[in-house]
């Protein structure tokens, strides 16, 4: 068994449906750990290649606890509640469970910002995986009217990234 996009979507599958409160796999020197309550029983390791802009901490500790055992990502982050009251155009999702980046390296400006124009297929974000980096692209010509996501975020499959209002 290979830790892939793939794998870790069938594994988050079965815990979703599962009555489990806390799973960790461990594949090689790969390690996937999900809770249901947003605890940790060990720290995260950091992303290596490619680190996240410096978070204010105590923003991402307090979140968890505010929420539902299941949250929506954009809402645990009381700034990203309210641009993702009525976002407008259509939404560029998740590819995969991974780590939001915005730009494609540290320091690199974003891909999009908000008001931006994208051209359909025009990467706007990049979704880190095991450390491979998946390009997150848009369906669609048009502008970008919000982006829900913190660079360097935990992202769930299929959780809204950037919304794009099309063109024409």
Not at 43 to 63: E, L, T, Y
Not at 92 to 120: D, K, M, N, T, Y
Not at 133 to 159: D, F, R
């Amino acid at each position: 068994m290979e830790m892939n996009p793939e794998t870790i979507k069938a594994l988050l599958d079965a815990f979703e449906v599962s009555d489990w409160q806390e799973m960790t796999i461990t594949i090689g020197s790969d390690r996937l750990h999900v809770s249901r309550d947003g605890t940790t029983t060990s720290p995260a390791p950091d992303p290596v290649q490619h680190p996240p802009d410096p978070p204010p901490p105590p923003q991402a500790a307090a979140a968890p606890p505010v929420q539902s055992p299941r949250p929506s990502p954009p809402a645990s982050s009381p700034q990203a509640a309210a641009p993702m009251a009525a976002p407008e155009g259509t939404a560029i999702e998740s590819p995969s469970v991974g780590l939001f980046w915005r730009a494609p390296a540290p320091g690199a400006p974003p891909f999009v910002e908000v008001g931006a124009r994208v051209a359909a297929d025009e990467t706007v974000a990049i979704v880190e995986v095991m450390k491979l980096m998946n390009h997150v692209v848009s369906p669609v010509a048009g502008v970008v009217t919000a982006i829900p996501v913190e660079n360097g975020e935990a992202v769930e499959y299929g959780q809204p990234l950037v919304f794009v209002v099309p063109e024409g």
